[in-house]
């Protein structure tokens, strides 16, 4: 008994290795321990990356330093882009029609010099913007935007040329 049964072990243990020795082949075995994390890049770009991470851990240096390189940009965007609250009535009734009569005067000009300049005398749009007197926004409107003769002679303010429409 003890004879057979020390065979079924020694044929386990063959089996066993043998099966080692045909599976070895197939495992790809590594030649170093740890992967390369190594990255070749060109100076420019490891420069690059450099910068923004040193931008990164210093922001608040970088945004003191824009404002203060730009603060006079901002400022007078701000001046030139807001109405000033002392323009605007209560309701903002005048603010509206303004903006509304000057979207009329450059979208369409007959109408805006027949229902705003000609009829009520309120020709403030063209006066701002071409540098007009009301008489001469008046004449302006009479003879060459409501005339009906194209034979006649007109006087286009040299702003119409110079400046670009809102």
């Excluded at 045909?22 to 910068?51: C, H, K, N, Y």
């Excluded at 003769?149 to 006087?155: A, F, K, S, V, Y």
Aim: glycine share 4%.
């Amino acid at each position: 008994m003890r004879g057979s049964r020390g065979g079924g072990v020694f044929v386990s243990v063959f089996l066993l290795c043998s099966a080692c020795t045909m599976v070895a082949p197939f495992v790809i075995r590594s030649t170093s321990r740890l992967p390369s994390t190594q990255l070749f890049l060109e100076d420019w770009v490891a420069d690059m990356i450099d910068g923004e991470l040193y931008r990164q851990s210093h922001k608040k240096e970088y945004e003191e330093a824009w404002m203060e390189k730009n603060r006079n940009a901002v400022l007078s965007r701000i001046e030139t882009d807001f109405v000033n609250v002392d323009q605007i009535d209560d309701d903002g009734t005048d603010f509206r029609m303004h903006q509304k009569d000057k979207r009329l005067a450059f979208k369409d000009p007959e109408r805006y010099c027949a229902d705003r300049c000609v009829a009520t005398g309120n020709c403030d749009i063209f006066e701002d913007f071409y540098e007009m007197s009301p008489e001469q926004v008046i004449a302006f409107c009479t003879e060459c935007v409501l005339s009906e003769d194209e034979d006649g002679e007109c006087q286009i303010p040299d702003a119409f040329y110079d400046k670009p429409r809102p």
